[in-house]
T-cell receptor, first 111, second 114 residues
């Protein structure tokens, strides 16, 4: 069973600040997905990273997959209140289609 | 394309009662998934269908839980003899085979067992 850790668990920042959240594991993954979940809604896919060392940018969000494909980070530049939500990582091991989510990082951005 | 829909959005029931939830996936999606999410946790996988076949079930899916997808379109999740520990958000997702691992989630059904 893979051990998946997301940190920090909670993060409260002011609009305009930068932040980084992490997804770490002891297992190697074929790829990894990041989802964002707003209160009362289901998760929405932000990005899939596939190659070790890969960096993907989505507007103010930068995603990186670790060289060894065991960890990933999400960096948000100049956070906005609309970024508020639960950020979930879901590693893909290639052995099935079920997603095994981490506990997530709950982000609150205040004006 | 109206996305994944779930009904009801909220359900309050008394312990010991049976409840049934419905999920309508995106119309052309052949894969359908059920997840459960409790407060402070990420979604946990329950079960997965490809067309009408239930291909994978989690150990979380006790014998009080049953899921069906009779015609390969909508799905139902039934919980018999509900317990307070069943209180959670039940999420449904769908995907199209050959499109990678992206899953599209519905808004969920929040179950409260009193």
């Amino acid at each position: 069973t893979q051990l998946l850790e997301q940190s920090p668990q909670f993060l409260s920042i002011q609009e305009g600040e930068n932040l980084t959240v992490y997804c770490n594991s002891s297992s190697v993954f074929s790829s990894l997905q990041w989802y964002r979940q707003e209160p009362g809604e289901g998760p929405v896919l932000l990005v899939t990273v596939v190659t070790g060392g890969e960096v993907k940018k989505l507007k103010r969000l930068t995603f990186q997959f670790g060289d060894a494909r065991k960890d990933s980070s999400l960096h948000i530049t100049a956070a906005q209140p609309g970024d508020t939500g639960l950020y979930l990582c879901a590693p893909i091991s290639g052995s099935g289609y079920a997603l095994n989510f981490g506990k997530g990082t709950s982000l609150l951005v205040t004006p | 394309d109206t996305g994944v829909s779930q009904d009801p959005r909220h359900k309050i029931t008394k312990r010991g009662q049976n409840v049934t939830f419905r999920c309508d996936p995106i119309s052309e999606h052949n894969r359908l998934y059920w997840y459960r999410q409790t407060l402070g946790q990420g979604p946990e996988f329950l079960t997965y269908f490809q067309n009408e076949a239930q291909l994978e079930k989690s150990r979380l899916l006790s014998d009080r839980f049953s899921a069906e997808r009779p015609k390969g379109s909508f799905s139902t999740l039934e919980i018999q003899r509900t317990e307070q520990g069943d209180s959670a958000m039940y999420l449904c997702a769908s995907s199209l085979s050959g499109s990678g691992y992206e899953q599209y989630f519905g808004p969920g059904t929040r179950l409260t067992v009193t």
